[in-house]
């Protein structure tokens, strides 16, 4: 070989040991990365696990606020106005019942129960009298018959959302009858009254008696007024009633009985209506 060649061959001998000597160095590097890789690797699990606990922490407060509703405001009042009329009222006429139950100007429909206690009777004794369904403003009304002096009551049984109401009204019930002015009870065969007056020019008289069986019995009534005019009835039975309707009254005067031996009789005497609660 020529020296020159040698030389060449000399100088491919040291490229390949520097090359050999490279190969070690690039080997290193590639040992070493994965040792970086291993050594990221747990900084990644050391980290995850710090994360994990606080987003098990956050979630779980979150949970409430996503969970069942809390339960509904308490149910609303409700304004209520409560009427019975008319007062005084004849009994056997109609009672009007009527009344608002409401909370907004619409969406009031609702159904009202209507009840009455009759005076003398226990408080609670309240007895049932039908009902009324309300208008979509809430306005209600009933009729009734008049049967006795009393508290009619209303009552709103509420709702989900609205309280329930009741309101009292008490009525007075009157029945006109006529007035009595005057009455005597006798056992005697003649009798007169004092003298009265009669208020009103019609008047009635009611005389009711009792004779024993034997014999004729009979009885006599009659009104005489001062300055004339004078009315009777008679009866001729051991025991009955008999009524004087007169005309002839609006005047001072008397009554005057007649009967046979031992009859027991009363005299009535009604001028004039008078209203009398009930």
Not at 29 to 48: C, G, I, K, W, Y
Not at 63 to 85: I, K, N
Not at 201 to 216: H, L, M, N, R, V
Request: overall charge positive.
């Amino acid at each position: 070989m020529l020296p020159g060649q040698a030389m060449s061959a000399q100088a491919a001998r040291g490229s390949a040991h520097e090359e050999l000597d490279a190969a070690p160095a690039a080997v290193q590097t590639t040992q070493n990365a994965p040792r970086t890789t291993l050594d990221a690797a747990p900084a990644a699990v050391r980290t995850s696990p710090a994360a994990a606990p606080a987003a098990a922490r956050t979630r779980p407060d979150a949970v409430p606020a996503a969970g069942p509703m809390t339960p509904g405001a308490a149910p609303a009042a409700v304004r209520m106005t409560f009427d019975a009329a008319p007062e005084p009222v004849a009994k056997g006429e109609a009672v009007s019942l009527t009344g608002r139950v409401w909370r907004t100007a619409r969406g009031n429909q609702a159904r009202v129960d209507f009840y009455f206690h009759a005076n003398g009777t226990p408080a609670n004794s309240f007895t049932y009298q039908g009902f009324a369904t309300t208008t979509d403003a809430g306005h209600f009304s009933h009729r009734a018959v008049a049967q006795t002096t009393g508290t009619w009551k209303a009552v709103y049984a509420g709702s989900t959302s609205r309280r329930n109401a009741a309101r009292l009204d008490a009525v007075q019930v009157f029945q006109r009858r006529s007035r009595e002015i005057a009455g005597w009870s006798q056992q005697t065969g003649a009798w007169q009254s004092p003298t009265i007056r009669i208020p009103t020019q019609d008047y009635k008289a009611i005389f009711s008696w009792t004779c024993p069986q034997e014999g004729s019995p009979f009885v006599h009534l009659a009104w005489t007024g001062q300055g004339g005019g004078s009315e009777y009835v008679h009866g001729a039975k051991p025991t009955g009633t008999l009524t004087l309707n007169g005309h002839a009254g609006a005047r001072n005067g008397f009554f005057k009985v007649s009967t046979s031996a031992d009859c027991t009789w009363r005299v009535r005497v009604f001028s004039g209506i008078a209203a009398f609660q009930v």
